[in-house]
């Protein structure tokens, strides 16, 4: 569960590049955040009422401009982009 909660820390300092495999098998990137100054829709979004699930990462995908859910067993690559040295999938 560690990992996963490192993942929601990264998406709530700000934006995060992740590639995984979606159900289809297809492999698909989308740019996604948990942080409320790059999203307004997320002034809204109450954090402390939604558990940590460590089967799922939901946040918002600035790429499709809406909620979406990642299996963290299917991410291929994760890239912090507010980091000074992106970092592959821990």
Do not use: C
Not at 75 to 88: E, R, V
């Amino acid at each position: 569960m560690t990992d996963v909660f490192n993942k929601i820390l990264d998406l709530k300092q700000g934006v995060v590049d992740v590639e995984f495999r979606k159900k289809d098998g297809t492999v698909t990137t989308r740019k996604m955040t948990l942080n409320s100054s790059i999203v307004a829709a997320l002034k809204t979004w109450d954090d402390y009422t939604t558990e940590v699930n460590p089967n799922l990462i939901k946040a918002w995908s600035i790429t499709d401009d809406g909620w979406r859910a990642v299996k963290p067993d299917l991410i291929q690559k994760w890239t912090p982009l507010h980091k000074s040295s992106p970092l592959q999938e821990r």
